[in-house]
């Protein structure tokens, strides 16, 4: 018997990046009293994880609940950064409605539309929310347009169309249906959840199923499943079948089930149909994959997730530093922790090629493909990483590249810079329009490829005025070549430690990226030449000591300060003969090929 779980509504919360999700998420579980007294209130309480607080953005989706009216509403938090729009996809399964956040000023953006196109595509309930409300800049009524303008071009269904709007501002925790009344709290956009997303439906009294649809690793209890239950009831201590489509099931234990409650999980002795709870007691769980009452294995389907547009080489370091400042660096470290990345990883490949040493791994964009190295740099691992590639198809003979929709939004007078330079980088403007107050939204379609390195050029070219955001847009016939970076590399001659005097005649070719002092080694990477070709420079040089007197001179020398790359600077910096060293400690560049006679052995060598 199908029943409705009435004191049940869960909801996944998309948008955007930076449109105000997780601050939303504060508001709600601070006005439903989900601290204890006492408890010190955290800003972006959800974003928990080091990168997540240090970036200041969302990576992972993750769960939390709150109380209002009798009713527990689950809320997953999603990341609206498009590299990780994979988070997105899978949660979605958990769900019966979303809130739509727009920003009251930026409106509808790039991933606006992924996620709004996603939930569309699974038939969620849609509840628009516009943010940030509180904006002296805000243009509510053209967002207004902008949202029912991407519902149509969306083909959403009439049923859809008609979504409840919340004006909200996040950070100040107000929420209201109207405008003009003034509101004090969240609880008016609490209310419509309750009204307007369906309870989930649900029967207990038939076999248990639930579909993980996240996972999440806890010392003390190790990997734990989190999904929602699609029918029937679960106990602790049950034994089920784990089963995944096309494949054999397994009988496993389930041991803890827990649910959420404000900021905590809290065990339980039984759930059931509707809940959206986490277990432990199965190690070999992964996303994507059914439990099941024994008796009746019936795997769920899981979507179809967006595939990667780029890649990357993970290499064993084979640096002459390599072993020093890592716990993890041999070949099968690095290939035990990148095969379990993508067991949870959903949107993101490994692949073996055809040396050991070395592993292809594909992402949704530079961002993914870093924040993984930034991971594993942390957790003691040390390898090197090739220059980021995207992903090309060859389609009935014809080479085929991905695309994305670039956005920018710069002040009028750096138009022409703007077009200029997504112009070499094989970009078509597809839309222009004038925001008011001066800044006007160019709109392009461009290569993938072509924005690799643009960022940082971008910024420059805007003195920091510009914004830009892109998302994939599929595959097109390829454009045509794209100028490489105009720059070489200044590389160190020998093995030693900088010296003052050797960088000094370093830094009158170009820029240096270390400083006096510093080990580095033969074929290293330590600054940029202002020319197009590589530069040897002998850095760790020392001044003859002929007399005292020149002996001290070494201090006379005034370095600038050396430029201090990212990683991701670094990543779009490095060309295709380069590497970049990842270690717990340090973050290089080098050649792929130190030795100086045997890299010019191989440029020499026909192609
Ligand atoms: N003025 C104003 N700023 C807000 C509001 N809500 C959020 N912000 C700010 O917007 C920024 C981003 O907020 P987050 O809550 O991290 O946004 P998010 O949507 O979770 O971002 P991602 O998870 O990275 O996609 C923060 O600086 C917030 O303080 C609001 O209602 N008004
Ligand atoms: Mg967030």
Do not use: W
Request: charged share 30%; proline share 3%.
């Amino acid at each position: 018997m199908i029943q409705n779980r009435e004191d049940i509504r869960n909801i996944a919360i998309i948008a955007h990046v930076d449109h105000g999700k997780t601050t939303l998420v504060d508001q709600m579980l601070q006005q439903c009293s989900s601290y204890r007294e006492n408890q010190q209130v955290v800003e972006r309480v959800m974003d928990s994880y080091d990168l997540e607080r240090e970036r200041g953005i969302t990576i992972l989706a993750k769960n939390t609940s709150v109380r209002y009216n009798n009713v527990k509403i689950n809320i997953v938090d999603t990341p609206g950064h498009a590299d990780f729009g994979g988070e997105v996809e899978r949660v979605l399964g958990m769900v019966d409605g979303v809130l739509l956040l727009v920003d009251a000023y930026e409106g509808v953006m790039p991933q606006t539309k992924f996620v709004l196109h996603k939930a569309m595509l699974s038939n969620k309930k849609i509840i628009v929310v516009i943010n940030k409300v509180d904006r002296q800049e805000r243009r509510i009524d053209e967002v207004k347009d902008e949202i029912l303008d991407l519902f149509i071009d969306l083909n959403c269904s009439d049923e859809q169309l008609d979504f409840p709007i919340v004006y909200a501002s996040a950070r100040q925790g107000y929420a209201t249906l109207d405008l003009s009344q003034e509101s004090t709290s969240v609880f008016a956009l609490l209310q419509t959840i309750i009204d307007h997303i369906p309870a989930p439906k649900g029967d207990s009294t038939s076999p248990f199923q639930m579909l993980i649809s996240n996972i999440d690793y806890n010392d003390y209890v190790g990997r734990i499943g989190i999904g929602r239950i699609e029918r029937g009831e679960i106990v602790k201590n049950q034994r089920v079948a784990l089963c995944r489509e096309n494949a054999e099931a397994v009988n496993v234990k389930i041991s803890q089930i827990y649910v959420f409650e404000g900021l905590k999980r809290v065990e339980t002795e039984h759930a059931a149909a509707g809940d959206i709870i986490a277990i432990s007691g199965i190690d070999e769980i992964n996303i994507g994959e059914t439990l099941c009452d024994s008796q009746y294995p019936e795997a769920l389907h899981f979507t179809q997730i967006d595939e990667p547009t780029i890649s990357m080489m993970f290499l064993v370091n084979n640096s002459p530093f390599a072993g020093r400042e890592g716990k993890y660096v041999t070949s099968r470290n690095l290939r035990e922790r990148l095969f379990r990345e993508v067991k949870t990883n959903v949107s993101m490949r490994v692949e073996e090629t055809d040396s050991t040493e070395m592993f292809k791994v594909s992402g949704r964009g530079e961002l993914h493909l870093s924040i993984l190295i930034e991971t594993m740099r942390r957790e003691g691992y040390e390898f090197s990483v090739s220059r980021p590639r995207v992903i090309f198809k060859t389609e009935n003979g014809q080479l085929k590249e991905p695309m994305e929709r670039l956005l920018i939004d710069v002040p009028e007078e750096y138009i022409g810079v703007a077009m200029e330079k997504t112009g070499l980088r094989k970009g078509e403007m597809l839309d222009m329009h004038n925001n008011g107050q001066g800044t006007v939204r160019l709109e392009f379609s461009i290569p993938s490829r072509g924005l690799i390195g643009f960022r940082g050029e971008f910024l420059t070219d805007t003195k920091g005025n510009g914004i830009m955001n892109h998302i994939y847009d599929g595959y097109a016939d390829y454009k045509g070549d794209i100028a490489e970076r105009p720059r070489g590399s200044i590389i160190a001659y020998e093995t030693g430690t900088t010296t003052a005097y050797g960088l000094n005649n370093a830094q009158e070719r170009g820029r240096l990226f270390v400083d006096a002092g510093i080990e580095v080694y033969e074929g290293m990477i330590v600054g940029e030449n202002a020319k197009t070709e590589d530069l040897l420079s002998n850095v760790c040089r020392k001044k003859h000591v002929t007399n005292i007197r020149a002996a001290g001179s070494d201090d006379a020398i005034k370095l600038t300060p050396p430029v201090r790359l990212s990683l991701e600077q670094m990543l779009e910096f490095i060309a295709e003969d380069e590497l970049v060293e990842i270690t717990p400690k340090n973050i290089r560049m080098r050649k792929k090929i130190l030795n100086k006679e045997q890299r010019a052995k191989a440029q020499s060598r026909p192609k």
